[in-house]
C-alpha cells in the first residue's frame, strides 16, 4: 500500500492521499482518498490493493460526493433534543442497568451491523455476552450471510472461505448462483471479465430466476424457477457420480459422512429431464451445465443473496458445497465454493462472534470450556450461557414486550428487515430504543429515544475483512465533525458506566485489534482457521501501517494464507468435511389464488441498501431514479399493466406503490422490485413492508427473494414531476419519489384527487408553513420573478415554471397520462445561470427545439453519459463494441459498472 501519512486526519490538501477501504460492498476494494475542501474528497482506486488493483464502481468512484454534513447527525439527541455525551451516556447506561437489574440479561438487546469495523463489532459483542451476561446481541448479517455461515460449519466444521479472488481469474468455468455481482460486486466482476477476455476457455454460468446484468455477460444462463437451487445442485452431484467425476481419494482422505449425499442426490434429482422440469428450464441447457461442470477441472462456484436468503438457504449452500468436496476441487489455484460476503465488513463480524449464535474468534457458545476461555480471558463477570435471539425472532420479542431496551448500531432495520410495519410496530412500542447513527433523518431515527452520533466512512479508524478473508484498514482522512464517536467510545463509555471499568478502558482501536487477535490464538494450535495471532504483537505504527493481509496468520502463515483445504485439515474434531445429504424443499409461502405472484427483491447498480448515502448524489440516483417493479410481459397483459404506469403492490403484510416495468427478463409469474427505497425518498417504496418475515430453520435468514404477490394498476387522477432547485419540504400526496439531481431536486408525484385550482396549489408549495429552504433563507430575491403557465382544464394539462432573474427555480408538468416529457432536458437548464430565449420558448413543450440537445437517462454514471446520446452515437457513428464507445464518449471507459449495459445497447 502507499507510503502515505497514515491516520492523520489533520491532512491537507497538498498531503499525499491516505489509503484506506471503500466502506460499500464485500469487495472491500482499496482507496485512496485525498480531503477537498470540508465535505468532499478526491477518490481514486488504491493501485497496490490486492482487492482491486486500482480499479473502483460506480459507488466507490462516487464516495467524494457523499461526504457532505448536511443531513449528518453530529450531537447527541434524547427524544429530539440536543443533549452533553455525559446525559446521553449516563442515560443509556442507566437505563440499561435499570432494565438488567428488573428483568434480567434477556430483556436487553444489540442489533448491530457488518458496516461496524472489526474493533467496534469485537466491543458490543463482548459487553453483551461476556459483561450482560446475554446472547442478544444479532446482526443484519443475519438477513445476509448467515446461511452460509451455518452451511460452512456444517461442512467444514468452521465458517471459513477456502478461496480467493484470483481463482475467478485462474478458473476455466465459474458458476455465479444467486448472485448479480454485476451490480453488486462490481470490481470483483470486472476482474472476471477481463480474465476471460485474456482466457477464451474461461465460461461463466449464471444461475438466476431472472436475467440481469451478470446474465448478458454469461455463457449461459440458467432461469431457474425460484428456490429450485438444490435439485440443481443435487442433480449435478447425481450426475457427476454418473459421469466418473468423484474424487474418492480426497472422499476417502478427508470426508466424513458422504455416501448418504450420493443417496439423497439420486433419489431426490434422479434425472436431467426431473432436473430440468423441477427448475423450469430446457433440458439442453441443463445438460450443457452439468457437462461443463463435469468435464472442468478448475471451478469456482461463487453465490449470493439468492442462495442465502431463503427458507432452504444453508441447504442451498451444502448442496454446493457438495459438489466441489465431491470432485476434490476446493482451495486448489482456480477451483472451490466461494461465498460472496454482501457488507464491507460482514466477515470481520463473523470473526468476533457478531452473531446470536457465535461466541468470539470462531469459538462456539454450546461449548462451555470455549465459554469457559473467554469468560477467563475477558474476566467477564457473567458469561452468556445460550444463544441468543436472531434478528427476526428478536424484533417479534421486541413487539411482545420481552425485549425492553434495544441498542441499534449502523443499520436501518425499519426498512430492511421483513415485515417492516411490524418492526416499526415493535420499535413504537418499545421502553427504551438507541440508536448509533451518522445520519439524522432516517426512518429508524424517528424512533429511537436517544439518537447518538458516530464517526462516518473517512472519520474512523479501524479493520474490515474483505469476502477473501483479507483484512484491510479504513484509515481516518477527515477531520470530526461535530461532536460525532467511533462507535468503539460509544459502546465502552456506556460500558464503564455501567460498572465495567477494567474490561472497556480502550483508548483506541489499536488496543482492541490486539486484544482480538490474542483472542484468536487463545489455545487454537491449529484447531480453529481462525487465528490472527500473528498481529497480536503490532505496535501502534504496524497497525497504522498494516497492508492488506488473509488470515490466517500464525506461526504456521505468518503472511496470511489465500486458499485453504487443499489437503483436508477441517475444523471438526475428526478434521474431516461432511458432504450433508440436503433434501429440496419448497419456499416457506408459496404462490395461492389470492396473490398468484412471487416477489423478488434485491439491489440495483448505484444505490447502497436504504439510500442515506448514495441517495445523497446525483450521480447516483440518474442511473435508476425511481423504485419499480419488474415484470413478464405475460404477467403485465393478464393483470392489465402498461410499461411505465404505476402499480400497487400487495402481499399479505403490507402494499407499495411504484412504477411499472416490463421486461422479458423477468419470467412470467415472478416479480423484482429493488430493496433500496425509504421514508425520505418515495412515500410508497418500503418493499419489505410486503416482505414475509418466513425464516430458514437452520440459519433464521429471511427469505427476502420469496414472498406471495398480486400486482394492479393504480390509476390516479393525475401524474405529474416537478423540478426544484431548493428541496420542497411537504408535498401531501399519495406516491411522491424524491430524487436529488445536480443542482435541483426531482419530484414524481401521482395521486388521486387533483387540486381545484393547480396554480394555487403549485404556489402551496413554496408557503408550507415549515418554510421550504428557500423562504427560510429569505435572501432577497435576485431578480424578477416571473411565471410561466400553460393549462388545458380539458385534458388535466397543467404545465407551469418558474424563474427569478431569468434563471429556473422550478418547473411542474402535470397530466392525466403517465406519459410526461422526459426529465433529463429539463433537469439540464438548472445548470444555467439564465435560461436561453431558445430554450425558453420550449420549456413548457418540456423538450428541447432540436432533439440532440436531450440526452436522456444516465447510463454511465462517471462521464454522465446519456442513453439517447449512446443511442446517437452507435447509429451515426456505427459503434459496434464498446471499446469503441469508449473512444467515442469515455463512456464505460473508468469503472466500467455500465459495460454490460452498453452491451445490451449494442445489441439493439
Ligand atoms: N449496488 C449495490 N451493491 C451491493 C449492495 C447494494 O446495496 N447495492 N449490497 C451489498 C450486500 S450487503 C449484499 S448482501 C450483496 C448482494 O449481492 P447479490 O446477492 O448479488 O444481490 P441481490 O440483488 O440481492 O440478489 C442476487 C440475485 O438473486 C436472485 N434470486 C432470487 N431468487 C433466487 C433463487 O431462488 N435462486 C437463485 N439462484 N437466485 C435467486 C435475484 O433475482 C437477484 O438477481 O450486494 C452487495 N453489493
Ligand atoms: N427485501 C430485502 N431486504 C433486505 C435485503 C434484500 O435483498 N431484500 N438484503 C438484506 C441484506 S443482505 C442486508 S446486508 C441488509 C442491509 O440493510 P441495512 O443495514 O439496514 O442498510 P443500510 O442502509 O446499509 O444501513 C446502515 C446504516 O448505518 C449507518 N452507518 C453507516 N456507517 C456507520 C457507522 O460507521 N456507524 C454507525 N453507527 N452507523 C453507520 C448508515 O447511515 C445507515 O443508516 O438489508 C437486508 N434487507
Ligand atoms: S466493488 Fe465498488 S462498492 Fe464494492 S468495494 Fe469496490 S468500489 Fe466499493
Ligand atoms: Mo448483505
Redesign the pocket.
Same mark, same amino acid.
Given at each position: 500500500m502507499s507510503s502515505a501519512p497514515l491516520s492523520d486526519p489533520s491532512l491537507t490538501a497538498d498531503d499525499a492521499p491516505i489509503a484506506t477501504t471503500c466502506?460499500y460492498c464485500g469487495v472491500g476494494c482499496g482507496v485512496l482518498a485525498k480531503p477537498r475542501g470540508p465535505e468532499s474528497a478526491d477518490i481514486k482506486g488504491d493501485p497496490e490493493h490486492p482487492s482491486n488493483f486500482g480499479r473502483l464502481c460506480s459507488k466507490g468512484s462516487s464516495l467524494g460526493e457523499t461526504l457532505s454534513l448536511e443531513t449528518r447527525l453530529l450531537y447527541p439527541e434524547i427524544t429530539g433534543r440536543r443533549v452533553s455525551w455525559d446525559e446521553a451516556l449516563g442515560t443509556v447506561a442507566d437505563t440499561l442497568r435499570r432494565t438488567i437489574d428488573t428483568h434480567g440479561p434477556d430483556s436487553v438487546a444489540f442489533y448491530v451491523?457488518?458496516? /461496524?469495523l472489526t474493533e467496534d463489532y469485537y466491543v458490543a459483542n463482548k459487553l453483551m455476552k461476556g459483561f450482560i451476561g446475554s446472547g442478544n446481541i444479532d446482526t443484519?448479517?443475519r /438477513?445476509?450471510m448467515s446461511s452460509t455461515v451455518a452451511a460452512q460449519k456444517r461442512a467444514f466444521g468452521e465458517d471459513v472461505v477456502p478461496g480467493c479472488y484470483e481463482d475467478l481469474e485462474l478458473a476455466d468455468l465459474v458458476v455465479l448462483v444467486g448472485s448479480n455481482a454485476a451490480w453488486c460486486h462490481p470490481v470483483l466482476f470486472q476482474r472476471l471479465v477481463a480474465a476471460k477476455r485474456e482466457n477464451p476457455r474461461l465460461k461463466i454460468v449464471n444461475i438466476d430466476p431472472r436475467r440481469t446484468a451478470t446474465s448478458q455477460s454469461a455463457d449461459l444462463h440458467l432461469p431457474i424457477r425460484p428456490g429450485t437451487d438444490v435439485v440443481l445442485f443435487n442433480g449435478l452431484l447425481n450426475y457427476l457420480r454418473q459421469d466418473d467425476r468423484i474424487d474418492f481419494a480426497f472422499l476417502e482422505n478427508h470426508l466424513g459422512r458422504y455416501a448418504e449425499a450420493f443417496e439423497n442426490a439420486r433419489k431426490t434429482a434422479p434425472s436431467l429431464p426431473a432436473v430440468a422440469r423441477i427448475c423450469g428450464i430446457p433440458e439442453e441447457d441443463l445438460a450443457s451445465f452439468y457437462q461443463w461442470f463435469a468435464r472442468t477441472e478448475k471451478v469456482v462456484t461463487a453465490w449470493s443473496?439468492g442462495v442465502n436468503?431463503s427458507s432452504s438457504g444453508t441447504d442451498k449452500v451444502n448442496s454446493i458445497i457438495n459438489v466441489h468436496l465431491a470432485t476434490g476441487r476446493i482451495g486448489k489455484p482456480g477451483m472451490g465454493p466461494f461465498s460472496l460476503t454482501?457488507?464491507p465488513n460482514a466477515m470481520g463480524g463473523r470473526e468476533v462472534g457478531g452473531l446470536a449464535n457465535q461466541l468470539a474468534a470462531h469459538l462456539d457458545i454450546e461449548n462451555p470450556e470455549h465459554r469457559a476461555l473467554v469468560q477467563e480471558y475477558w474476566n467477564a463477570p457473567r458469561m452468556l450461557d445460550k444463544s441468543g435471539l436472531k434478528a427476526v425472532e428478536l424484533f417479534q420479542a421486541i413487539a411482545e414486550g420481552r425485549i425492553k431496551a434495544v441498542w441499534i448500531?449502523?443499520?436501518?432495520?425499519a426498512?430492511?428487515?421483513?415485515d417492516a410495519n411490524a418492526v416499526r410496530d415493535a420499535l413504537r412500542r418499545c421502553e427504551f430504543v438507541v440508536v448509533?447513527?451518522?445520519?439524522s433523518g432516517?426512518d /429508524?431515527g424517528a424512533y429511537a429515544h436517544v439518537n447518538l452520533p458516530?464517526?462516518?466512512?473517512g472519520e474512523?479508524d479501524g479493520t474490515v475483512t474483505n469476502s477473501e478473508r483479507r483484512i484491510s484498514r479504513q484509515r481516518a482522512f477527515l477531520t470530526v465533525p461535530g461532536e460525532a464517536k467511533p462507535?468503539w467510545w460509544i459502546v465502552s463509555r456506556v460500558a464503564q458506566r455501567m460498572g465495567y471499568d477494567e474490561g472497556f478502558c480502550y483508548r483506541s482501536a489499536w488496543e482492541i485489534f490486539l486484544e482480538h487477535a490474542r483472542l484468536s490464538g487463545l489455545q487454537n494450535g491449529g484447531k480453529r482457521v481462525f487465528d490472527i495471532s500473528g498481529l497480536a504483537e503490532l505496535d501502534r505504527a504496524g497497525y497504522d501501517a498494516l497492508r492488506p493481509i488473509q488470515w490466517p496468520v500464525n506461526g504456521r502463515y505468518p503472511n496470511g494464507a489465500s486458499r485453504l483445504f487443499d489437503a483436508g485439515g477441517f475444523s471438526s474434531i475428526s478434521r474431516r468435511a461432511e458432504m450433508v445429504p440436503v433434501v429440496p424443499k419448497a419456499p416457506a409461502n408459496p404462490p395461492d389464488a389470492a396473490y398468484p405472484l412471487v416477489l423478488n427483491?434485491?439491489?440495483i447498480r448505484d444505490q447502497?441498501?436504504?439510500?442515506?448515502?448514495t441517495g445523497k448524489t446525483a450521480r447516483l440516483t440518474n442511473h435508476v431514479p425511481e423504485p419499480y417493479a419488474e415484470l413478464n410481459p405475460r404477467d403485465a397483459a393478464r393483470f392489465a399493466i402498461q410499461d411505465g404506469t404505476l402499480v400497487r403492490l400487495e402481499s399479505r403484510f403490507g402494499q407499495a406503490l411504484v412504477r411499472a416495468r416490463v421486461s422479458k427478463d423477468q419470467q412470467p409469474g415472478s416479480v423484482f422490485v429493488p430493496?433500496h427505497w425509504s421514508g425520505p425518498y418515495a412515500s410508497k417504496g418500503l418493499?419489505?413492508a410486503l416482505?414475509n418475515p418466513a425464516t430458514d430453520p437452520m440459519s433464521g435468514e429471511p427469505e427476502?427473494?420469496h414472498t406471495p404477490l398480486r400486482i394492479a394498476p393504480y390509476r390516479p387522477a393525475w401524474h405529474g414531476f416537478l423540478l426544484s432547485r431548493e428541496p420542497l419540504d411537504a408535498i401531501e400526496v399519495e406516491y411522491r419519489v424524491t430524487i436529488r439531481g445536480d443542482g435541483h431536486w426531482l419530484y414524481e408525484l401521482a395521486h388521486s384527487e387533483s387540486p381545484s385550482d393547480w396554480p394555487v396549489w403549485m404556489r402551496g408549495l413554496f408557503a408550507h408553513p415549515s418554510g421550504s429552504r428557500e423562504s427560510a433563507s429569505a435572501e432577497p430575491v435576485p431578480g424578477r420573478e416571473e411565471w410561466l403557465e400553460f393549462a388545458d382544464i380539458h385534458s388535466g394539462r397543467y404545465r407551469c415554471a418558474r424563474l427569478l432573474g431569468g434563471r429556473l427555480q422550478f418547473c411542474a408538468f402535470i397530466d392525466r397520462s403517465f406519459e410526461l416529457p422526459p426529465r433529463s432536458w429539463l433537469a439540464g437548464l438548472f445548470a444555467l445561470d439564465e435560461v436561453p430565449d431558445r430554450a425558453r420558448m420550449s420549456l413548457l413543450a418540456g423538450k428541447p427545439a432540436s432533439a440532440e440537445d436531450d440526452q436522456g437517462r444516465i447510463v454511465c454514471s462517471c462521464f454522465g453519459v446519456g442513453i439517447n446520446t449512446l443511442k446517437r452515437a452507435i447509429q451515426k457513428q456505427n459503434l459496434s463494441t464498446t471499446e469503441q464507445i469508449g473512444a467515442a464518449l469515455k463512456a464505460g471507459t473508468n469503472c466500467g459498472s455500465c459495460i454490460p449495459e452498453l452491451k445490451s445497447l449494442l445489441q439493439g
Open positions: 466502506p451491523s457488518g458496516q /461496524l443484519n448479517s /438477513l445476509c443473496q436468503q454482501g457488507q448500531m449502523a443499520t436501518n432495520p426498512v430492511s428487515l421483513p448509533s447513527e451518522c445520519e432516517t /429508524l458516530a464517526l462516518a466512512w474512523k462507535d427483491t434485491g439491489r447502497w441498501h436504504t439510500m442515506t448515502r430493496m418493499i419489505n416482505v427476502s427473494k
